[in-house]
């Protein structure tokens, strides 16, 4: 007993779920880069004094506003799914041209800026041939490009070195390139800058970004949704080299010099940076915030090397390092992330449930066992495939949802004629009708849609306010499930879960968390705000009579509760019945002023005991394949009528469960009670004797003045 | 009495005068050994080389780092490895570290222009040791390249302009094309070559201070000029490589190599084996004294940065096989202590 209550308090303090909801983060691709720049941030601010000195930093950002130009343009590259070694021989025929445009030809900053970018289109656009439209290994053919480019560098560097170094021109407008400031901000740094912002723009937001981003994630996807594959890479390689060219010609306005080791190893530094910023060598993923970090990085920690004075190949070395341990981690990282995920995400919590009095197989039960829905007749037998919610209007048509997101209607008297009355999309669960005729649905996975009485689809809301300090993004709906209207029009529906999708309600279950809400939608208003959470799975709403409160079901929790919205108790929840013998679903008025329930599975005392084991539920989730989980008994066809005391007044089963397993939900019109199984293939039509054959759910709602 | 007490008193007096000159004299030497110990502690000096792990630099740096060791001011060392970009991080964050001498071996005569004149600005001494840069600072100390070249070249014209040579075809090697020594060593060349258009110059290549490559290069020239007759390079430890061709071709009889370094023992073991024809030496640890005798002028000077800009040459000793002995071939482990 100790034992449990230090598992209850330890389930009831410690977010488990929260794990798997960071992990779900885009931005958690970004934490890694992100905490090891804040690191290496933290270690240069110690270990070098005055490393953020403000005197410091108009240098630390020329030399970045270079670098991540080059790491920009590299990210694209990785990103279109390519690679391109050749970078460092591009950037040292760039300095060069700028230097022979400037000191040798006295061209103007403009001409030589000029030259110096055609010759990043040219390089580029090599490269971009060679590998985009002849289709060469984009590896050795960037190789190669690096061996000649630096090999043309070299001759040419030998022709113009001696009158480059005669000639440095020391122009006004380049020491203004090369010292200048814009409000303390260097200019190249602000070029830089402008260039990554439109860059990310075009990466997040345009088409021309997006077909790199498809190209490098899935070539032949990308061929197929007819985007220009050749073109897309080709460019990304023109547009690495122009990048790289301009890094050129800004360092060349800066130091005024080429020497022999211009750009050498700049490649490594420049995929260093690139993978370091969490930009995936196997292309598809990465951003220009991510490039940037990276580019920092390295930047910082190559600084911090020279300033604590460590040898030129020991940091080298650590460098090479840093490059193996990153590649590591994001191959690790992009194969085990949704593994880790998967594992994480499913946290079972302690759920002790209270046992019900007594077993339904004791004839004495006031639940006992019996036959009576064997006797229901199908309607739309292999039309319907899961109409999770059934409804009549005035005019005794049936309206249900279907699986694949459609209304059917089904035409009074006989209902074998059938049409779809409405096409919304997702899977329509619970159903309503305003005052208006207006046909009101909890649309699973999409929100509240609203089917006007020309059958017009409109959406009321599919989202709500976000809860406070809440890791997921809970403000859309994902699991919108039953509803019913307060007599001013106010919608109140509840959402099973916040955590899981329709298909994964069983894993919600296994969780037994209160992931699930009440949402009041408020169409006076237009506004949606979430009323009551914690609810283990909410379920069946049912408006009461008194018009200022409703009973709601939390289904993993199995019991009914009553919440207050308006009057004196406003704001108040009450237990109806706690210690159901099966999971409730959907609640609706009955004839006879109380109401029904639809049960849709059956406890079992093994799954009970799970239930206050959540380290066992755990294993079995991590170790066992899902369909060997435990599960509750789904094989019996459950319906209960109650009061609003809580008392149990009538039992209806289907005891083998052969017509109506699953039952969802229950709606008694005219002297007949409909069946809905989100799970079955027709509705069941069971007439109840003694019933008002007259009575129409609508007018207990909606009487006419 | 009387004259016995006046000689008494001026025999003290004259004693105390005496004895206390003497002791004005003690105590200004006193004052001047503090001032020249006190104006050492707490003071930074940064050597930038071109890059550690070869002959000079670390001669250099050991010799530095031991004056500040019995002087009390702290020696740092940063390597670029042969970088121009690292050496340019390198000084631009000492820029604002503020040290009071930064000791640079330029890594071409450009690259750090600008951002020494800006250190000379903030008020850091400046001491360009061996390359000198386009941008005058402080102090210069190392060798005259334009005067080695010359008296190289003369070499090569005296071998190759007579006319029993083999033919009148020399190869000139080359560093990196914008350090200082290629930039002043390629003018002294061509001022004398250029004077004898008899000589035949088949080959200037750069060897980007790499033996290995400079072998290749040699290797080469020789293929395609079988008679050459003489080669120079601009420095012995790239140079080793020509060498190294050239024995391997058989040929250091036939082909004058000439060099200059600073003058190690392994050197003159190059010079004994033939490796090198012609060996200028300017004595490395002649230039490291100087330097350390500069940094202590330095740093007990009041003047600016940049106030006053000198150079000193260091003379050259030639050697050949023959002439060895001249050459006094030092060991690094000589200055490791």
């Given at each position: 007993?100790?034992?449990?209550?230090?598992?209850?308090?330890?389930?009831?303090?410690?977010?488990?779920?929260?794990?798997g909801?960071?992990?779900?983060?885009?931005?958690?691709?970004?934490?890694?880069?992100?905490?090891?720049?804040?690191?290496?941030?933290?270690?240069?601010?110690?270990?070098?004094?005055?490393?953020?000195?403000?005197?410091?930093?108009?240098?630390?950002?020329?030399?970045?506003?270079?670098?991540?130009?080059?790491?920009?343009?590299?990210?694209i590259?990785?990103?279109?799914?390519?690679?391109?070694?050749?970078?460092?021989?591009?950037?040292?025929?760039?300095?060069?041209?700028?230097?022979?445009?400037?000191?040798?030809?006295?061209?103007?900053?403009?001409?030589?800026?000029?030259?110096?970018?055609?010759v990043?289109?040219?390089?580029?656009?090599?490269?971009?041939?060679?590998?985009?439209?002849l289709?060469?290994?984009?590896?050795?053919?960037?190789?190669?490009?690096?061996?000649?480019?630096?090999?043309?560098?070299?001759?040419?560097?030998?022709?113009?070195?001696?009158?480059?170094?005669?000639?440095?021109?020391?122009?006004?407008?380049?020491?203004?390139?090369?010292?200048?400031?814009?409000?303390?901000?260097?200019?190249?740094?602000?070029?830089?800058?402008?260039?990554?912002?439109?860059?990310?723009?075009?990466?997040?937001?345009?088409?021309q970004?997006?077909?790199?981003?498809?190209?490098?994630?899935?070539?032949?996807?990308?061929?197929?949704?007819?985007?220009?594959?050749?073109?897309?890479?080709?460019?990304?390689?023109?547009?690495?080299?122009?990048?790289?060219?301009?890094?050129?010609?800004?360092?060349?306005?800066?130091?005024?010099?080429?020497?022999?080791?211009?750009?050498?190893?700049l490649?490594?530094?420049?995929?260093?940076?690139?993978?370091?910023?969490?930009?995936?060598?196997?292309?598809?993923?990465g951003?220009?915030?991510?490039?940037?970090?990276?580019a920092?990085?390295?930047?910082?920690?190559?600084?911090?090397?020279?300033?604590?004075?460590?040898?030129?190949?020991?940091?080298?070395?650590?460098?090479?390092?840093?490059?193996l341990?990153?590649?590591?981690?994001?191959?690790?990282?992009?194969?085990?992330?949704?593994?880790?995920?998967?594992?994480?995400y499913?946290?079972?919590?302690?759920?002790?449930?209270?046992?019900?009095?007594?077993?339904?197989?004791?004839?004495?039960?006031?639940?006992?066992?019996?036959?009576?829905?064997?006797?229901?007749?199908?309607i739309?037998?292999?039309?319907?495939?899961?109409?999770?919610?059934?409804?009549?209007?005035?005019?005794?048509?049936?309206?249900?949802?279907?699986?694949?997101?459609?209304?059917?209607?089904?035409?009074?008297?006989?209902?074998?004629?059938?049409?779809?009355?409405?096409?919304?999309?997702?899977?329509?669960?619970?159903?309503?009708?305003?005052?208006?005729?207006?046909?009101?649905?909890c649309?699973?996975?999409?929100?509240?849609?609203?089917?006007?009485?020309n059958?017009?689809?409109?959406?009321l809301?599919?989202?709500?306010?976000?809860?406070?300090?809440?890791?997921?993004?809970?403000?859309?709906?994902?699991?919108?499930?039953?509803?019913?209207?307060?007599?001013?029009?106010?919608?109140?529906?509840?959402?099973?879960?916040?955590?899981?999708?329709?298909?994964?309600?069983?894993?919600?279950?296994?969780?037994?968390?209160?992931?699930?809400?009440?949402?009041?939608?408020?169409?006076?208003?237009?506004?949606?705000?979430?009323?009551?959470?914690?609810?283990?799975?909410?379920?069946?709403i049912?408006?009461?009579?008194?018009?200022?409160?409703?009973?709601?079901?939390?289904?993993w929790?199995?019991?009914?509760?009553?919440?207050?919205?308006?009057?004196?108790?406003?704001?108040?929840?009450?237990?109806?019945?706690?210690?159901?013998?099966?999971?409730?679903?959907?609640?609706?008025?009955?004839?006879?002023?109380?109401?029904?329930?639809?049960?849709a599975?059956?406890?079992?005392?093994?799954?009970?005991?799970?239930?206050?084991?959540?380290?066992?539920?755990?294993?079995?989730?991590?170790?066992?394949?899902?369909?060997?989980?435990?599960?509750?008994?789904?094989?019996?066809?459950?319906?209960?009528?109650?009061?609003?005391?809580?008392?149990?007044?009538?039992v209806?089963?289907?005891?083998?469960?052969?017509?109506?397993?699953?039952?969802?939900s229950?709606?008694e019109?005219?002297?007949?009670?409909y069946?809905?199984?989100?799970?079955?293939?027709?509705?069941?039509?069971?007439?109840?004797?003694?019933?008002?054959?007259?009575?129409?759910?609508?007018?207990?709602?909606?009487?006419?003045? | 009495?009387?004259?016995?007490?006046?000689?008494?008193?001026?025999?003290?007096?004259?004693?105390?005068?005496?004895?206390?000159?003497?002791?004005?004299?003690?105590?200004?030497?006193?004052?001047?050994?503090?001032?020249?110990?006190?104006?050492?502690?707490?003071?930074?000096?940064?050597?930038?080389?071109?890059?550690?792990?070869?002959?000079?630099?670390?001669?250099?740096?050991?010799?530095?780092?031991?004056?500040?060791?019995?002087?009390?001011?702290?020696?740092?060392?940063?390597?670029?490895?042969?970088?121009?970009?690292?050496?340019?991080?390198?000084?631009?964050?000492?820029?604002?570290?503020?040290?009071?001498?930064?000791?640079?071996?330029?890594?071409d005569?450009?690259?750090?222009?600008?951002?020494?004149?800006?250190?000379?600005d903030?008020?850091?001494?400046?001491l360009?040791?061996?390359?000198m840069?386009?941008?005058?600072?402080?102090?210069?100390?190392?060798?005259?390249?334009?005067?080695?070249?010359?008296?190289?070249?003369?070499?090569?014209?005296?071998?190759?302009?007579?006319?029993?040579?083999?033919?009148?075809?020399?190869?000139?090697i080359?560093?990196?094309?914008?350090?200082?020594?290629?930039?002043?060593?390629?003018?002294?060349?061509?001022?004398?070559?250029?004077?004898?258009?008899e000589?035949?110059?088949?080959?200037?290549?750069?060897?980007?201070?790499?033996?290995?490559k400079?072998?290749?290069?040699?290797?080469?020239?020789?293929?395609?000029?079988?008679?050459?007759?003489?080669?120079?390079?601009?420095?012995?430890?790239?140079?080793?490589?020509?060498?190294a061709?050239?024995?391997?071709?058989?040929?250091?009889g036939?082909?004058?190599?000439?060099?200059?370094?600073?003058?190690?023992?392994?050197?003159?073991?190059?010079?004994?084996?033939?490796?090198?024809?012609?060996?200028?030496?300017?004595?490395?640890?002649?230039?490291?004294?100087?330097?350390?005798?500069?940094?202590?002028?330095?740093?007990?000077?009041?003047?600016?940065?940049?106030?006053?800009?000198?150079?000193?040459?260091?003379?050259?000793?030639?050697?050949?096989?023959?002439?060895?002995?001249s050459?006094s071939?030092?060991?690094?482990?000589?200055?490791?202590?």
């Amino acid at each position: 007993v100790l034992l449990e209550t230090l598992t209850r308090i330890r389930y009831r303090w410690v977010p488990d779920h929260v794990v798997g909801e960071l992990l779900t983060k885009q931005w958690m691709d970004n934490a890694i880069p992100f905490a090891a720049l804040t690191a290496i941030g933290v270690f240069a601010a110690t270990a070098v004094p005055g490393f953020f000195d403000i005197a410091a930093l108009p240098d630390l950002g020329r030399q970045f506003a270079e670098f991540g130009l080059i790491v920009l343009g590299a990210s694209i590259v990785v990103v279109s799914g390519g690679i391109d070694l050749s970078v460092g021989s591009v950037y040292a025929l760039a300095v060069l041209v700028s230097l022979i445009g400037l000191d040798v030809q006295g061209w103007s900053l403009a001409q030589a800026a000029a030259a110096t970018i055609l010759v990043g289109i040219v390089c580029g656009a090599i490269n971009g041939i060679l590998v985009g439209y002849l289709r060469l290994r984009a590896f050795l053919t960037t190789l190669v490009a690096l061996i000649i480019y630096r090999c043309v560098y070299e001759i040419i560097f030998l022709h113009y070195g001696i009158s480059i170094v005669g000639n440095s021109s020391d122009s006004p407008t380049l020491e203004a390139l090369a010292a200048g400031a814009v409000f303390g901000i260097p200019i190249s740094l602000v070029v830089t800058l402008s260039i990554c912002a439109a860059w990310h723009v075009v990466l997040s937001r345009m088409r021309q970004g997006w077909r790199l981003i498809a190209v490098g994630g899935a070539r032949r996807s990308a061929f197929n949704a007819g985007v220009n594959v050749r073109w897309t890479v080709c460019s990304a390689y023109i547009w690495c080299s122009v990048l790289t060219s301009l890094a050129g010609f800004m360092n060349a306005a800066r130091l005024n010099s080429a020497g022999s080791d211009t750009g050498i190893g700049l490649e490594v530094t420049a995929l260093t940076a690139v993978v370091l910023g969490g930009i995936s060598l196997g292309g598809g993923r990465g951003s220009v915030p991510k490039a940037l970090m990276g580019a920092l990085f390295v930047l910082i920690l190559t600084d911090v090397l020279i300033a604590r004075a460590v040898s030129g190949p020991t940091s080298s070395l650590l460098l090479g390092i840093i490059l193996l341990l990153a590649v590591f981690l994001d191959i690790r990282w992009l194969k085990n992330r949704h593994k880790l995920l998967h594992k994480v995400y499913v946290s079972p919590t302690y759920l002790a449930l209270k046992t019900p009095a007594s077993r339904v197989s004791d004839p004495l039960s006031r639940f006992a066992l019996n036959d009576k829905l064997g006797a229901a007749t199908a309607i739309g037998l292999g039309k319907l495939e899961g109409p999770e919610d059934v409804i009549l209007d005035h005019s005794d048509n049936l309206y249900c949802g279907s699986r694949h997101g459609d209304i059917y209607r089904f035409f009074a008297p006989t209902y074998q004629e059938s049409e779809v009355y409405a096409h919304i999309g997702g899977h329509p669960l619970g159903l309503a009708f305003d005052r208006d005729h207006n046909l009101i649905a909890c649309v699973c996975g999409m929100g509240l849609y609203r089917v006007l009485p020309n059958r017009n689809v409109e959406r009321l809301t599919d989202e709500t306010n976000r809860t406070l300090l809440s890791i997921a993004d809970d403000s859309a709906m994902r699991f919108a499930d039953d509803l019913d209207i307060a007599p001013d029009g106010r919608i109140f529906f509840s959402e099973g879960t916040t955590r899981y999708d329709v298909s994964q309600w069983g894993i919600d279950g296994l969780e037994s968390r209160g992931n699930g809400r009440v949402i009041c939608y408020d169409p006076r208003t237009g506004k949606t705000r979430t009323v009551l959470r914690h609810l283990v799975f909410a379920n069946g709403i049912c408006m009461h009579l008194d018009g200022q409160s409703l009973l709601f079901a939390e289904t993993w929790a199995c019991r009914i509760s009553r919440y207050w919205f308006d009057g004196p108790r406003e704001g108040q929840i009450e237990r109806v019945i706690d210690g159901l013998p099966g999971y409730p679903d959907n609640i609706n008025r009955s004839s006879d002023g109380h109401y029904w329930l639809a049960i849709a599975g059956m406890r079992s005392p093994v799954l009970d005991l799970a239930l206050r084991m959540p380290g066992f539920r755990r294993r079995m989730a991590r170790r066992c394949a899902a369909d060997a989980w435990m599960v509750p008994n789904l094989n019996r066809g459950f319906v209960v009528k109650f009061s609003d005391e809580g008392d149990i007044l009538e039992v209806l089963w289907d005891r083998n469960g052969q017509k109506h397993p699953m039952i969802t939900s229950v709606r008694e019109h005219r002297g007949v009670l409909y069946l809905g199984g989100v799970h079955n293939n027709r509705i069941g039509a069971y007439r109840i004797p003694e019933a008002d054959q007259n009575w129409c759910a609508l007018d207990s709602y909606w009487k006419k003045e | 009495m009387m004259t016995r007490m006046v000689l008494t008193c001026l025999t003290i007096a004259l004693t105390g005068g005496l004895a206390g000159g003497a002791l004005a004299q003690q105590n200004k030497t006193e004052e001047q050994r503090s001032t020249y110990y006190d104006s050492f502690p707490g003071k930074k000096v940064v050597f930038v080389p071109m890059s550690m792990g070869f002959d000079l630099t670390e001669l250099w740096a050991a010799q530095m780092r031991n004056q500040a060791h019995d002087l009390g001011y702290s020696f740092d060392i940063r390597d670029p490895n042969w970088s121009s970009d690292a050496g340019s991080k390198a000084i631009t964050a000492l820029i604002t570290e503020k040290p009071n001498i930064v000791v640079v071996q330029n890594l071409d005569v450009q690259v750090y222009a600008r951002l020494l004149k800006r250190a000379n600005d903030a008020g850091i001494k400046v001491l360009q040791v061996n390359m000198m840069s386009l941008q005058q600072t402080d102090s210069y100390v190392g060798v005259d390249y334009v005067k080695l070249a010359e008296r190289e070249a003369e070499a090569l014209v005296e071998r190759c302009a007579a006319p029993n040579a083999i033919s009148h075809k020399v190869a000139l090697i080359y560093s990196s094309p914008t350090d200082s020594g290629t930039v002043f060593h390629r003018a002294g060349w061509h001022k004398v070559l250029d004077a004898h258009p008899e000589i035949q110059i088949v080959a200037e290549q750069a060897a980007n201070a790499d033996p290995s490559k400079a072998r290749g290069v040699m290797e080469t020239i020789l293929q395609q000029h079988a008679d050459l007759c003489g080669v120079v390079g601009v420095w012995d430890g790239q140079d080793s490589g020509v060498g190294a061709a050239l024995q391997q071709a058989n040929k250091t009889g036939q082909v004058l190599m000439i060099t200059s370094g600073g003058g190690t023992k392994e050197a003159c073991d190059g010079i004994d084996r033939g490796l090198y024809g012609l060996y200028f030496s300017y004595d490395a640890p002649r230039i490291g004294s100087l330097l350390n005798e500069q940094i202590a002028e330095l740093l007990q000077s009041s003047a600016g940065a940049g106030t006053t800009k000198v150079s000193y040459y260091v003379p050259l000793t030639p050697a050949t096989k023959q002439s060895i002995s001249s050459l006094s071939c030092w060991r690094l482990e000589q200055y490791n202590k």
